[in-house]
């Protein structure tokens, strides 16, 4: 047996997030590029809006004409015509006329400015303005919302529904995306069984298989599940040898230093390399990182709470890679500890946590609970990091809470 | 034309939270649950784990012959066999002995805790162990995850990844959801042209039928479009007699008055009668609720930033109902004002923020910009409600940002 000596999580992370990829684009129709990832800048090639429209019922002015009108004292304008929505402006507004305008219709030449019905009194040939516009009022100018030439989304950048507005109101019916990531799932150990078989004495169910598959749907990767491998040299590395042309492979399972080893092992017999083996982290330690034909793999821990942890510490970092996507930010939220969290020097601890809200201030609870416990996963809504140089924190400590969704 | 008086926001929601509805279900896979809404409670069927488990590699013991053992003066215990993982454990312990444990396997009759391989020494007929374990230490006892009984997951949530990791551990093939709302979606104004057609003087792209759908496909609806309707009482008329069998109408456009009043009159010609016509809010005021066939329907703005602040303030609520979702807590976070923000009291205010993180705190700043722009949006991470007895907010201000996602 190697040895291999435990690393720090941002060792792990260098490595991990350092381990060489090729992602792929595709062009889809932007009714299903919700929760993709760009993979061009999108740039403006028209100004929206395309023309200068009015917000608002009323009519158009010049500006200057309005100047002091009051209720009292109102300014009188000749109408001429007036502008629909959706047609073109043919007219040109002179000073000391006014042009009947609908919201979102075009402003015509010659006028600046909009002045809202409710200021309005007609008369027989023209209107009363009873209050002045300022210039540019009730206006939306040409490419005041996107301006031609403009980056408008990254490369990069994970679609979301505004980002589809903005893509439609420039036209675009199509956009380039990376592929999504398509990663494969093992479950490894004796006593494990599919959900579907009845439950013996010493067995469990492939619980990590579904958590896997669902983490990684939602952080918007395809996933197909190869099976259950027993604890044996010969199994897994049969299983693994038949495993090509995925993105990434996740085994579950070893828990035991048995199980452990002959994951490595097997990986090494197929011409693979272990990149680690052990990362200082609780839950989470018996992790193993090693690449097989080009291809990532992860050993994750089998109880199930260790396994979701370094699956959202570990695995995604480099899912984020694979999809192509930019330095993603994990969404937080600070709050007060009502509890004392100990943890151990050298260890970086994951401590799932609950949060409150009272008199604006949010209040972080723990949850102490052993790692094979995956039923308080849907009780949190996140989990603390207790840094590896910390002796764990303190009640009414102000503290970082990463959210799960 | 018929004189309706704008509605406060929370007299709106009450309207629109006591539509009557009729949620359905069907039975989904698990595999196809992520994101679905439980439509019964589940109730444990069994204890997780089904048996007494060890969480380490070690000997199972009785904690009472560790008492007091340490390095310089072990405790020693004949060994009586090996328990491996997944078998069932036949072998009872008797005091003074110990079995071989490892991770995951079966806690054998007689024994109260695990002894780490690290605290044992091994002898030719047994072991020394080097450190006392307390009684129930490195056991996960039968039910510690989930109690055979218990209610683990209740009607009307929403299925997260966690909660399919409790359904697997329980065997949980299908379950019960509420089917996908299904909406209709349709658009109106003589300015709206199809993202496909060339932009002529006057027109502009319908982006609201893309927001909206992403919107709605983000909150786990379905979405029919059903076309660009021109603004004049026989083409809404005819469109709208065509819906049937929706959960929901959506109808965008209409910001003009004469728009709005096409809307109102079509739904009253074809049986419906409306709800409420106006809700004191800004963007959104000229919002309709309206039934028809026993079909909510709802007339949005037509400019793009009123319609995704109406859907997420006011139709996200009726959809919530109809997905048959307990109480949706909406994500936020508090955080510090960089600038005022000016409001009218009597009006209840949307305004797009920004969110930045400096030294443990969150800093909000907002996005001043027209109804019309939808760009801002991309770049905003929620919004700021200016409740309307409120003339806005101060600088250095603490304040609540809803966060889009």
Redesign the interface.
């Known amino acids: 047996m190697e040895f291999l000596k435990s690393l720090s999580p941002s060792e792990s992370l260098e490595i991990i997030e350092s381990f060489s990829v090729d992602p792929k684009t595709e062009i889809v129709s932007?009714?299903h590029a919700?929760g993709r990832v760009l993979s061009e800048d999108i740039i403006a090639k028209?100004d929206?809006?395309?023309?200068n429209?009015s917000?608002v019922?009323g009519f158009a002015v010049v500006s200057k004409d309005t100047v002091g009108a009051k209720e009292t004292s109102p300014s009188f304008l000749y109408t001429r015509g007036t502008i629909?929505?959706?047609?073109?402006?043919h007219i040109s507004l002179t000073p000391g006329t006014a042009i009947g305008i609908?919201?979102?219709?075009?402003i015509p030449h010659g006028a600046d400015s909009v002045i809202m019905e409710e200021y309005v009194r007609r008369t027989s040939d023209g209107i009363e303005v009873t209050k002045s516009v300022h210039r540019g009022e009730n206006i939306?100018f040409i490419g005041?919302?996107?301006k031609k030439g403009s980056v408008?989304?990254n490369r990069g950048k994970k679609i979301?529904?505004?980002?589809?507005?903005?893509?439609?109101?420039?036209?675009?019916?199509e956009i380039s995306v990376y592929t999504k990531p398509h990663v494969a799932i093992l479950s490894s150990?004796?006593?494990?069984v599919s959900?579907?078989e009845t439950?013996?004495?010493?067995?469990?169910?492939?619980?990590n298989?579904?958590?896997i598959?669902?983490?990684l749907?939602?952080e918007g990767a395809l996933s197909t599940f190869l099976g259950i491998t027993k604890?044996n040299l010969e199994d897994i590395t049969k299983k693994l040898s038949s495993v090509h042309g995925f993105d990434m492979v996740l085994v579950s399972g070893g828990?035991?230093?048995?199980e452990r080893d002959f994951l490595t092992q097997s990986i090494k017999k197929l011409g693979g390399s272990i990149l680690f083996h052990g990362i200082n982290i609780k839950p989470g330690k018996p992790t193993i990182f090693a690449q097989l034909q080009g291809m990532p793999i992860f050993g994750l821990p089998?109880?199930?709470a260790s396994c979701?942890m370094v699956i959202i510490r570990f695995v995604f970092p480099l899912l984020w890679k694979i999809q192509g996507r930019n330095r993603v930010e994990r969404k937080k939220?600070?709050g007060i500890l009502t509890t004392n969290i100990p943890s151990s020097i050298g260890v970086e601890e994951y401590v799932r946590v609950e949060i409150k809200e009272h008199e604006?201030?949010?209040y972080i609870t723990p949850f102490f609970s052993?790692?094979?416990?995956?039923?308080s996963?849907?009780r949190a809504s996140g989990y603390v990091v207790v840094p590896q140089e910390k002796e764990g924190y303190e009640k009414n400590e102000?503290v970082?809470v990463f959210l799960?969704?």
């Open positions: 932007i009714d919700l028209d929206v809006p395309s023309f429209r917000l019922d629909h929505v959706g047609e073109e402006a609908s919201t979102g219709a075009m939306c005041e919302d996107i408008v989304l979301n529904s505004f980002d589809i507005a903005v893509l439609s109101a420039l036209g675009h019916e150990g004796d006593e494990i959900i579907r439950l013996t004495p010493g067995k469990v169910r492939d619980v298989r579904y958590t598959s669902n983490l749907k939602d604890d828990s035991s230093k048995g089998g109880h199930p979701v939220i600070r604006d201030r949010y052993k790692s094979s416990v995956i039923s996963f849907t102000s970082e799960f969704s």
